[in-house]
């Protein structure tokens, strides 16, 4: 059994196996011999450490997972043999070894480049994983911005959730270049060549560079062996049958990231919509907004609207984040995690907020349980032997909807400038009574949790009606308090009329009367505009148009004979006799004799050679 080492690289903890932990350390100690003469070798090491545990890292399940001398191979195969990295500025090797397996260049990952920023890095790392320069990405979001600021929550998204470039391996990794130890010391030696140049006079670097460039291309030239270039590119090219499956994977990769562009816009252009929406009708409460004063009528329950909002935004706008998140997942492979514990918070407030919609929904559908009805009765001075006409009248200020029965409902002013709701859901039932005199009963009625809400909310409808003479003018709309609340309110007119009465209903009232002879009624609808008179089983119109009685249309023939009866009257045939009965007369003819019979009289004309004919006037009958 090999025994196991607790080292601390770059910060980082691990356990492993003690042959594994001799490799490793002879290959620390190598590198830093390798470095010993360059500048900024302190900096080198401490990247090149913190790139090894990074890589460690990937390859351990759990902090408890001990390292072995495979994984050591893995990351030694990743960074190189510090031979292969000679500290010169030569550009190509005379030797190059090939001790180990050189990885292709890894793809691109995303961060923020904190470097060239101007407020938190998002656009330089986005211009480096995408390969943009950085002033188009700015101008991008510039646009964004000026789109009612839908790209503001996207960039504080990703300002959160995509990492800085700290460290020396992550800046060549946001490039796209490979994090081996040659372009760990290529990227730390650049930077202080950078310092360096900044301190140097101009016309001194200009002319060092030149003789750099110069001297640079002589020892390349004389040291490029083009025969083992040409064999090192001949050596790694692909096979067809490789070089087919990069291309598919490629297209692959492409419909993942364009899924994942979906999914970030799906979910970011949701979570907007209903911070926006939400926030407008949370602060129905505190903000006067014009219109969203209906949300307050309809909330039966009295629930806070603003919790409703809340609860709304987390039911809806969770799932949408995580969708956003699985997007970004998708475009960034090192997307900065958020976390097991904001993970579950964000599980337990959907499932609080689920939780809470059940239980308001359930409030709000018990404000609906009961049905409850006051009903107000009086006698109208109509005997068997009068006429009742009835007609609808609106308001000046309630002038929706006019004469037009209508479930839905409004909020208005009311005379004192009182907020009502208005509703013109009125229904008009007829029914005939034994009774000497005509009676109406208004029955209200609206929905409650209980008996006692209900019958105070139907109290509180306000409707009426006005009787003059033998008119009966019914209001088309019925009112109540905002305070009530929108319950379902609705009106019923009664009229109970004695038999042998005679009632008209105007065209106003059309929409109003109850549309099936159902329950006793007696009249609907299509009995406006008519006079009617009450019967025991139901009405009589006095001045409805008497159907014409049907057309006959009969056709009867053979071989001999026929007889037709239609719009133009009788006529028979057979091969002797035509006999025509019309509005002109009757007419009769055989082969010897013609008879008419009409407003002139009998005509008898006879068909022999004499053509002899007797005529007879009515004045002579």
């Avoid at 949300?295 to 909002?309: I, K, Q, R």
Wanted: charged share 25%; with cysteine.
């Amino acid at each position: 059994m090999n025994k196991t080492v607790n080292i601390n690289l770059a910060g980082i903890f691990f356990h492993i196996d003690e042959d594994a932990y001799l490799k490793l350390q002879r290959y620390l100690e190598a590198i830093k011999r390798s470095f010993t003469d360059s500048q900024g070798r302190s900096e080198i090491i401490s990247d090149i450490e913190a790139r090894i545990a990074e890589l460690f890292s990937e390859r351990v399940q759990n902090n408890k997972e001990v390292i072995r001398v495979k994984e050591v191979d893995e990351v030694i195969s990743i960074m190189g043999q510090p031979e292969d990295y000679l500290v010169d500025d030569e550009i190509f090797e005379d030797e190059p070894q090939t001790t180990y397996n050189r990885k292709t260049s890894p793809s691109k990952k995303l961060f923020r480049d904190t470097d060239n920023s101007y407020i938190s890095g998002v656009s330089s790392g986005l211009a480096h994983y995408f390969g943009f320069d950085a002033i188009w990405v700015r101008l991008a979001w510039i646009i964004l911005f000026s789109a009612a600021g839908t790209g503001i929550l996207l960039y504080i998204l990703l300002w959160i959730l995509v990492p800085e470039a700290k460290t020396t391996a992550e800046k060549i990794m946001m490039t796209g270049e490979p994090v081996n130890i040659s372009n760990i010391e290529k990227k730390i030696k650049d930077g202080f060549e950078n310092v360096t140049d900044v301190a140097k006079n101009v016309t001194d670097s200009v002319g060092a560079a030149a003789k750099n460039v110069s001297d640079s291309v002589s020892n390349a030239a004389k040291s490029v062996d083009f025969t083992k270039q040409g064999n090192k590119i001949k050596s790694s090219s692909k096979t067809f049958f490789d070089t087919l499956g990069e291309v598919i994977m490629f297209f692959f990769k492409v419909f993942a990231k364009f899924i994942g562009i979906l999914l970030i816009l799906t979910g970011a252009i949701t979570i907007i919509f209903l911070i926006i929406a939400l926030f407008s009708i949370g602060v129905v409460n505190f903000i006067h907004i014009p219109g969203l004063d209906l949300v307050d009528v309809v909330n039966a329950g009295n629930t806070p609207v603003w919790l409703v909002s809340l609860f709304t935004l987390f039911t809806v706008g969770i799932p949408f984040f995580f969708l956003f998140y699985l997007g970004l997942k998708i475009l960034v492979n090192n997307l900065k995690s958020i976390g097991n514990v904001a993970k579950f918070t964000l599980l337990g407030l959907w499932l609080i907020s689920i939780i809470g919609l059940v239980v308001i929904g359930i409030r709000q559908a018990s404000e609906h349980t009961i049905d409850e009805s006051v009903i107000v009765k009086q006698e109208l001075n109509i005997t068997a032997n009068d006429t009742l006409k009835v007609k609808m009248v609106d308001s000046d200020l309630y002038m929706i909807n006019r004469h037009y029965r209508n479930s839905s409902f409004k909020v208005l002013n009311n005379e004192n400038g009182e907020k009502t709701i208005y509703r013109s859901d009125i229904r008009i039932i007829v029914k005939p009574t034994t009774d000497s005199l005509a009676k109406i009963s208004i029955d209200k009625s609206a929905d409650g949790s209980h008996y006692e809400k209900a019958i105070e909310r139907a109290k509180n409808i306000n409707y009426n009606y006005t009787f003059n003479g033998n008119e009966l003018f019914l209001d088309s709309y019925l009112t109540t308090p905002v305070e009530n609340k929108f319950s379902d309110q609705e009106v019923v007119v009664f009229l109970y009329l004695p038999v042998g009465s005679v009632v008209y209903f105007e065209s106003t009232t059309r929409s109003f009367l109850n549309h099936w002879n159902h329950n006793g009624n007696i009249v609907t609808p299509g009995d406006t505009n008519h006079y009617l008179q009450i019967t025991d089983g139901g009405i009589t119109c006095l001045n409805c148009p008497v159907e014409e009685s049907s057309k006959i249309n009969i056709d009867i023939h053979d071989d001999e004979s026929s007889v037709k009866i239609d719009s133009n009257g009788l006529e028979i045939k057979d091969e002797d006799v035509n006999i025509k009965v019309n509005a002109k007369g009757i007419s009769g003819e055989d082969e010897a004799v013609e008879v008419k019979i009409n407003s002139d009289g009998i005509n008898i004309k006879s068909k022999d050679n004499d053509n002899s004919s007797v005529k007879t006037n009515n004045s002579d009958i």
